[in-house]
């Protein structure tokens, strides 16, 4: 049979199709997006976020990420790990 894909690939490859699409979120949210993916998803905030969610939402809207805007620094305290806070914020100012 055909291999289930993992809760982490399902949710790799949404952020790879959303990936230069123009989401309804926020600007930051699109940020976190690209910057996971430019780190090839080989960061911890993601494992976070794959562990947040929860399977029956992974295919649904994603609205706990409306409403932020471009305030980063509100997203990163809310969805960036502490370690990776900076690197997520100076990728934000550099491809804003």
Same mark, same amino acid.
């Given at each position: 049979?055909? *291999? ?5 690939? !399902?949710?790799?490859?949404? &952020? *790879?199709? *959303?990936? !230069?699409?123009?989401?309804? @979120? ?5 940020? #976190? %997006? +690209? @910057?996971?993916?430019?780190?090839? &998803? +080989? %960061?911890?905030? =993601?494992?976070? =976020? ?6 029956? !939402?992974?295919?649904? %809207?994603?609205? =706990? /990420? #409306?409403? $932020? ?5 509100? #997203?990163?305290?809310? /969805?960036?790990?502490?370690?990776? !806070?900076?690197? $997520? *914020?100076? $990728? ?5």
């Amino acid at each position: 049979g055909e *291999l289930i894909p993992s809760k982490k690939d !399902r949710i790799k490859n949404i &952020f *790879l199709n *959303l990936h !230069r699409s123009d989401s309804d @979120w926020s600007f930051a949210a699109d940020k #976190f %997006v +690209q @910057w996971c993916i430019s780190k090839d &998803f +080989q %960061v911890e905030s =993601f494992d976070n =976020f794959v562990e947040w969610l929860d399977d029956d !939402r992974i295919d649904s %809207v994603w609205d =706990f /990420w #409306f409403g $932020y805007g471009d305030d980063f620094e509100k #997203f990163a305290d809310d /969805w960036v790990s502490d370690e990776e !806070r900076e690197e $997520y *914020l100076e $990728y934000c100012r550099e491809h804003a």
